[in-house]
């Protein structure tokens, strides 16, 4: 299962998002939850850059998977319509394949 947890501050911004775990909903290559779960975060690391102009800090394990952690992410506006837009994605996923991922926000 892939847990998505997205930590937000005192005003409700986000600040911190984290996915760990595997969907394993399929085959190394056919896992569609796994390649939706990748799309959205990617679009939106990558949107976070190109639209916003903001460089978040990521950490990733590349070498073994199932863990990604972007913190140091804008208080400015885009920055935090870009990170609903990835939490609304997660949850839309969820409500199809929610046996294969968590979306939980923590503050």
Do not use: W
Not at 38 to 62: Q, R, W
Request: proline letters at 2%; glycine letters at 8%.
């Amino acid at each position: 299962m892939i847990k998505a947890h997205f930590q937000v501050d005192a005003d409700g911004k986000f600040n911190t998002i984290e996915l760990t775990g595997h969907a394993d909903s399929g085959e190394y290559g056919h896992d569609i939850v796994c390649a939706a779960v990748s799309a959205v975060v990617a679009t939106c690391i990558n949107a976070l850059t190109s639209v916003a102009h903001v460089k978040p800090y990521e950490e990733a394990d590349n070498e073994q998977g199932g863990f990604i952690r972007v913190t140091k992410i804008g208080p400015d506006h885009d920055s935090q319509i870009i990170c609903q837009t990835l939490l609304d994605g997660l949850m839309s996923i969820q409500q199809q394949y929610g046996q294969y991922l968590e979306v939980k926000m923590f503050n």
